[in-house]
């Protein structure tokens, strides 16, 4: 059975750091592209950050530069480094692998 687990979120003032965690079992990362995905109250779910199998990566246009995907596959987790942070950043953050989504974690910014 896969399971993925998001942590790391919480409250922050914009301009602050966070960093979320996606531990994952029954599934291995380094196999997989990996990706984390947000949504905000009343917005659909959009894309975020993706990690290939070959470590290469993408970003939205609205994160590029702030946030930092990573892989630690000893772990066989997968982080998001969020910079910078701003208002319009607060949503609920999912990691996604294969077909299966973690339960989310929640990220606030306040201004």
């Keep these: 059975q896969v399971q993925l ?3 790391g979120g919480g409250l922050v003032q914009a301009g602050g750091s966070l960093r ?3 531990a994952a079992s029954g ?3 380094s196999d997989n592209v990996v ?9 659909q779910r959009e894309w975020v950050a993706t990690i ?14 702030r946030f930092t995907i990573s892989r630690d596959s000893g772990k066989n987790t997968v982080y ?11 949503a609920v953050y999912y990691c996604y692998a294969f077909v299966h989504w973690g339960q989310g ?6 201004s």
Excluded: H
Aim: proline share 4%; aromatic share 8%.
């Design 5 to 7: 687990v998001e942590s």
């Design 20 to 22: 979320l965690s996606c």
């Design 105 to 110: 974690t929640q990220v606030t910014v306040s």
């Design 35 to 43: 990706g984390w995905y947000r949504q905000a109250p009343g917005k």
């Design 80 to 90: 998001l480094q969020m910079n910078s942070l701003k208002p319009e950043d607060t």
């Design 27 to 29: 599934i291995i990362f």
């Design 52 to 65: 290939t199998s070959g470590g290469s990566t993408n970003y939205a246009n609205s994160v590029k530069g």
